[in-house]
């Protein structure tokens, strides 16, 4: 699907209309804490996180979200249920987004309120449908969270913010089930140009949430679906916002390194995965775009990788340096690392 969706402005950050697929995160702070939740979303931010959500529970995480900003360089999203005067105070705080469910804060005045504080200060809305708090009435009518029943809640909540003069609007509709997260998104992209947040929502811990997500974020975005993402997982924040990058380069939709590596086999004649690890962690400190190769044998090596920017081959003993799949010289496997890193920080005149 060639889908066009509007943009919308969050902080510095754009959404849709064509721009890069950007990365979200939430804190897991005490919103109230300014210290702690500024110092995590820099982390976040360094390790290629572009907007970041926190938890307004809250007055007290409603009013530190000003001086919070005052600390960071990214966009902040103010995460608020059921009470609408914390996202009115939220907003008037300096929030850049609010993400909200318009039909469980109330009835049609306070979602009007809303609405116009948004509207005055140029702040989007991000409806966020989950499978798992849809309304009674939807669930009655599809017999259950489908895909069909995300659709027509998120719609609803959209008529409901466009009755008032409200249409800078983000929509997510998250599912736990990575088939029925695919299902809703194909039914909003194809029925709707608002930009879309991907994610997989309750995704699990980080080994099963990156697999569950990494098929359902990763499918949609290859269909050219999804204008930001976040990927769920029960793990720290920081994991989530490594992952969500990882997805993007894996797909071409943002630059950095990539590290190829054969899986091993009885032919390998060295112990290759530690050097993967060393490799892709040397590579992290690098503000590199290549593509670097960690091959376990000359059966696997230059030949096979040859679309590799940089790569190395082991053998007994001793390994091969190549370039684009051409040889550039033998070495003793315990260099091949700091050989590697030698040529790579040559070429690319990294000092």
Known sequence: MDRSSRKIEVGGVTIGGGAPVSVQSMTNTKTSDIRETAAQVNRLAELGCDIVRVAVPDAAAADAIGKIKEMVGVPIVADIHFDHKLALRAAEAGADKLRINPGNIGGADNVRAVASICRKKGIPIRVGVN???LEKGVLEKYGGPSPEALFESALEHVRLLNAFDFDDICV???SSSVKTTIAAYRLLGEQTDYP????VTEAGTEYA???KSSIGVGALLADGIGDTIRVSLTAPPESEATAGVAILKALG???GFELISCPTCGRCGVDLIPIAREVENRLAALNLDATVAVMGCGVNGPSEASRADYGISGGVGEGLLFKKGVIQKKVPVN??????FIMIESEEGIL
């Open 253 to 255: 939709l943002r630059k």
């Open 172 to 174: 997510s509709v998250k």
């Open 196 to 199: 879309l947040h991907l994610g």
């Open 335 to 340: 260099s091949l690392v700091d050989e590697l």
């Open 209 to 211: 949430g990156l697999i």
């Open 131 to 133: 499978g798992g708090s």
